[in-house]
């Protein structure tokens, strides 16, 4: 597995909870490793401490698991769908 982030475009919060409530293949949670996919938002102008973060939008950090490649990216991509049409 792997852990990585996306900066999502900014959108209201409805948008973000369509995105995330629809995902099927993702858990929403922290993890390092594990076996499950999982997907937690986070804003981190409200963490950051050594340096202001300034950029616009959600961050997504992302925890890939085992599950099938195909079936976690069309998750996603059908996710960023509802994020973009919310």
């Known amino acids: ?3 990585f982030s996306i900066l999502l475009e ?4 409805a948008a ?4 995330v409530d629809g995902l099927a ?8 490793g594990g076996y499950e996919s999982l997907a937690l938002p986070s804003h981190p102008e409200k963490m950051r401490t ?6 616009p939008g959600t961050m997504l950090r992302l925890h890939i698991g085992l599950e099938g490649v195909d079936d976690l990216k069309a998750d996603l ?10």
Request: aromatic share 14%; proline share 6%; net charge positive.
């Open 50 to 55: 050594a340096t202001r973060w300034t950029e």
């Open 25 to 32: 293949m993702f858990g929403l949670g922290w993890s390092w």
């Open 10 to 13: 900014p959108k209201p919060r």
């Open 1 to 3: 597995g792997s852990v």
């Open 77 to 86: 991509a059908a996710g960023l769908s509802r994020y973009r049409a919310a």
């Open 16 to 19: 973000l909870a369509a995105m």
